[in-house]
């Protein structure tokens, strides 16, 4: 939520918010598009094909992106390639039977190439290439490999030609490699392509590739695909009808965008079916929003939980505002980074397990630190809490400075292991694992903390020292010892919120501070009285936001819960959950 | 009454501040302007906007004092009403730019051109008028002030809640002014100003004059901030501080007291803005974080709160050591600053005043004096007794 401070551009909240740091797709595309062949070139396709080259210039260009590179190209294909240079039609009919039978990635982007007239012979040596006229001459590139093969001029090479019935069949061939293809990311691709072109001239072969279809998500969009195809075809009343009735059966945004755009066209006796369908759409969107919106409520509520509960704890039984709690989570993120490391160069085959050993670490480095600074610092302001307000500020600065120092100033990577990367969906939702995760483990930290503060003698000894400091003391309570102890404990799951924070967050010596104002606004929204009220605050104040957020904006949904968290200081001072009693006035 | 006012105010340690103070109003333009550069008190042209600068961070400082050091409310969103008395000034020298802008509107400034303002926005009218900005560099943050204290001090909003919602407080307006829309230039801020009352800002006269207004204000400033603690209304301020439940249960009306005290400091704060932007050339969000007004705190604890001369001391020496402190060793001045921080509280709670008095009072012991704070947070400690019980007014 309040995610910045201090001198930087406010940025937009979690704006990685269901987008993993980098992911296998990205990679893949980034990769695949320098080893595609002749660029874009087949995208210049002949315009006498119409829609049907740009749709499969772009079936060609999502298969391709969506093959992983690792995949090797079967062994004689540049023999075969070659072949489509010899003979007649009939020859090259068989050729293009040959290179299909291969199944191999490239064939359908080579088959495009030669359908647009882009292959071309190389005379001197009966080599097949594809050639792209740059000024005068012609660059000349593998068809498989797209190494480039130097420039040649128009005498040096010569055209394939092709005639409209080796067209047709090179169509077919390639919308049939890829929606009949045995692997489910290209089909998938592919009919997701049919979707958004929704050529009437592949209605046909989505037929067929309908009928073969046994994944349900792919079936899903071919069916849709063809239910648009058939809305802009010249198809019965009766079949339209039925089209619609399998758009609105899907209820999800693309649904709603095609009946939107077939209700521009649509005879009149379809429209009150369409408007009908588009309201019952949008009643579904409008609740799959609201649990969308509960979910990144959620989510937000976890951080700021695992955020503010270490210092609900310190400000509770202390009534110390502690300013370098923020640099506590910083340091336990670099533990993680540390530990990371350390894993990595001497077990590696441990790295998909580092996070088991980072937790314990952060928790007890960063309660080490905690110890280290009430013993040395705030247990000589006790009584004073606006000074251990300053003394803090000041310890965390030290703090900052110092990881800078040591670390550099840069952004530090803590790679998530698999288990963590990634989302799925569920129902009309996307949910990454790297949050649910965090929810996880906000809530085992939350119920851990409950335990310790109501099931063990420290935490019995912590309560009573809360409650009335004098009397505890009397009763033969170690106050300094409960108040070491109660900074460590709450230093230590600031560190343990530092770990599940590199999950989400970039580790940089400032981190904490964007967290310090977020965990105060819980905090004293929630009150100290116990952490219910902090489980409380996070999860209202998660909420406020996320739902505020699609009305008014980040910025402006972070201003106007602030705004209303000063308002509701006003009427309980002391937050939701306040103790009662003489003890906790000043 | 008023005369008593200013008797009161001109009190033996106020009228030598006040003194010395117009003294360097004086002497600073003049080894600026005057004094050949042969001269070894000849001051740099850089030097007089930088000592402007920290002598307006010290009315800051002073202006926390005032609510801080006497009233016992330690505000975290003092830049708030500094950066509000700044954007009031700055948007005085936006309108005097006219057409020299980069796109030379006559009457949009350059960024409301760049962002597709059709015409200036209601809140920028009257502005091209100084004493029309003058106003609003007092009338801003007096009405933020007196809204938010209203509100927090009838709710008995105190210590360490007050605090953490003075800074939501400035960390709200931080993010609005982020925002383009709200048409303060947003992260830009407002800057490449032109004229102020018709004289260029960049001259070096400008600047000495600049520096002086400075020093003038800041020394109205400790006047009033004198007048007030010599009152009996300072009286009952400090009562506030040191227990705040007694001195209502006595009689005074301590909500009152304190909103008096926090729209006069928000007032000081908003002018020692409105003289920090000219001089700095620059005013935009940054001013407004959190980091911005506890670094005044720290200022002010250096110095002595609870004393006039305190925060003005610590003003000028902890930013002049970060000037030099960031010059020389740029990498330790966080270093520096967070051990001021925690040493300062721990060893020196009545700051460097406290010391040098301290030292005076071990020779000279009838000089001890009560008016500063008790090292303890202890409430059950006898009150200020020269406080007649009464309405506060």
Not at chain 1, 374 to 393: F, M, N, Q
Request: charged letters at 15%; one cysteine or more; hydrophobic letters at 50%.
């Amino acid at each position: 939520m309040f995610d910045e401070l201090a001198h930087r551009l406010p940025n937009p909240p979690h704006k990685r918010d269901g987008v993993p740091r980098w992911t296998g797709n990205n990679r893949v595309k980034h990769t695949a598009q320098h080893l595609l062949p002749g660029g874009g070139d087949w995208e210049r396709g002949r315009r006498t094909l119409g829609g049907f080259v740009l749709l499969m210039a772009f079936l060609t260009a999502c298969l391709l992106i969506a093959v992983p590179p690792a995949m090797a190209q079967t062994a004689d294909l540049p023999a075969l390639v070659n072949a489509l240079g010899q003979g007649g039609f009939p020859e090259r009919e068989k050729a293009i039977d040959a290179l299909v039978a291969t199944s191999d990635v490239h064939v359908p982007a080579i088959l495009q190439a030669l359908s647009d007239g882009n292959l071309y012979t190389r005379k001197s040596d009966a080599l097949v290439v594809l050639a792209t006229k740059a000024g005068d001459a012609y660059a000349l590139k593998d068809p498989v490999s797209g190494s480039a093969l130097g420039t040649a001029t128009s005498d040096d090479i010569e055209k394939i030609k092709v005639n409209n019935g080796l067209r047709g069949k090179i169509r077919t061939e390639i919308g049939e490699m890829t929606l009949l293809s045995t692997d489910r990311a290209t089909r998938l691709s592919a009919a997701q392509s049919v979707l958004k072109t929704a050529d009437p001239a592949t209605l046909d072969l989505l037929k067929k590739a309908l009928a073969a279809e046994t994944d349900p998500q792919i079936k899903n969009v071919m069916e849709l695909a063809e239910a648009v195809i058939i809305l802009k075809t010249n198809a019965s009343i009766d079949e339209k009808r039925a089209a619609i009735a399998t758009v609105i059966s899907h209820g999800d945004r693309d649904a709603q965008t095609v009946l939107l755009a077939a209700l521009q066209t649509a005879p009149d006796e379809l429209k009150p079916v369409i408007e009908d369908g588009l309201a019952s759409i949008s009643r579904s969107l409008q609740l799959w929003d609201i649990a969308q919106n509960l979910i990144y409520g959620t989510s937000l509520a976890s951080v700021l939980l695992l955020a503010a509960i270490g210092l609900a704890i310190t400000f509770g039984v202390m009534g110390v505002i502690n300013m370098a709690h923020g640099e506590m989570v910083m340091l336990g993120a670099y533990v993680t980074f540390v530990v990371q490391n350390l894993i990595a160069t001497y077990v590696p085959g441990l790295a998909e397990y580092a996070m088991a050993f980072s937790i314990p670490a952060a928790f007890l480095f960063t309660a080490l630190v905690g110890v280290c600074i009430e013993r040395g610092v705030i247990r000589w302001l006790y009584g004073r809490p606006l000074e251990t307000l300053l003394a803090t500020w000041g310890i965390s600065l030290i703090l900052q400075q110092a990881v800078r120092t040591i670390f550099g100033a840069n952004n530090r990577l803590v790679a998530p292991p698999n288990w963590m990367t990634g989302a799925f969906e569920l129902g009309g939702l996307t949910i990454t694992w790297n949050r649910l995760w965090i929810v996880v483990f906000a809530v085992l930290v939350f119920t851990a903390l409950q335990l310790v503060l109501n099931r063990t003698p420290l935490g019995l000894q912590m309560r009573a020292v809360t409650q009335n400091r004098r009397m505890a003391s009397a009763m033969g309570i170690r106050t300094p010892f409960v108040d070491a102890m109660t900074f460590g404990l709450g230093s230590g799951v600031a560190g343990l919120a530092g770990v599940a924070l590199t999950q989400i967050d970039n580790v940089s010596p400032g981190m904490g501070q964007n967290y310090i104002i977020d965990s105060f606004m819980v905090v004293v929204f929630g009150g100290v009285g116990n952490l219910w009220g902090t489980l409380i605050g996070a999860v209202s104040l998660g909420m406020a936001n996320k739902f505020l957020e699609p009305y008014a904006g980040a910025v402006l949904a972070k201003i106007i819960i602030l705004v209303l968290i000063i308002l509701f200081i006003q009427r309980r001072p002391r937050g939701l959950f306040a103790l009662k009693g003489r003890a906790i006035e000043q | 009454m008023i005369t008593q006012l200013i008797f009161r105010a001109l009190d033996r340690k106020a009228v030598w501040l006040v003194s010395i103070l117009l003294l360097v109003s004086f002497a600073i333009p003049f080894a600026n302007l005057v004094l050949p550069d042969s001269s070894p008190f000849h001051l740099p042209n850089y030097a007089v906007p930088l000592f402007g600068k920290y002598v307006t961070y010290a009315m800051l400082a002073l202006a926390l004092d005032l609510v801080w050091g006497y009233c016992g409310i330690l505000s975290l969103g003092h830049a708030a009403f500094f950066a509000l008395g700044g954007y009031a000034m700055g948007m005085y020298l936006m309108r005097q730019i006219g057409t020299r802008g980069v796109y030379g509107d006559p009457i949009l400034p350059d960024f409301m051109v760049f962002l597709n303002y059709k015409s200036l926005p209601w809140f920028w009218y009257g502005f091209d008028n100084f004493w029309f900005a003058a106003l609003m560099v007092v009338l801003v943050p007096a009405i933020l002030a007196f809204i938010f204290g209203f509100l927090a001090f009838r709710s008995r909003v105190t210590g360490v809640y007050l605090s953490i919602i003075t800074q939501a407080m400035t960390y709200a307006l931080l993010l609005a002014f982020f925002r383009n829309d709200l048409g303060f230039g947003g992260n830009n801020g407002l800057t490449d100003f032109k004229d102020i009352l018709g004289f260029n800002v960049q001259a070096q006269a400008t600047r000495a004059a600049l520096f002086a207004a400075s020093v003038i204000a800041l020394s109205v400033a400790v006047l009033v901030c004198s007048a007030i603690v010599n009152s009996k209304l300072g009286k009952v301020m400090v009562a506030i501080r040191d227990a705040e439940s007694r001195t209502r249960f006595l009689g005074y009306r301590v909500d009152n007291v304190k909103l008096f005290a926090f729209v006069v400091s928000a007032v000081i704060a908003g002018v020692a803005g409105a003289l920090y932007v000219p001089q700095v050339g620059i005013i935009n969000p940054g001013e407004f974080s959190p980091a911005n007004s506890i670094e005044v705190v720290i200022w002010t604890a250096v110095g002595g709160r609870g004393t006039i001369i305190g925060p003005i001391i610590g003003g000028l020496l902890v930013n002049a050591g970060k000037s030099i402190f960031t010059g020389v060793w740029p990498e330790y001045w966080l270093y520096a600053l967070g051990a001021l921080f925690v040493l300062v509280t721990l060893f020196m709670p009545k700051g460097i005043v406290g010391l040098i008095r301290s030292i005076f009072t071990r020779k000279n012991p009838a000089r001890a004096d009560n008016t500063q704070p008790e090292e303890t947070g202890q409430t059950d400690r006898p009150l200020i007794t020269d406080a007649q019980p009464g309405p506060a007014e």
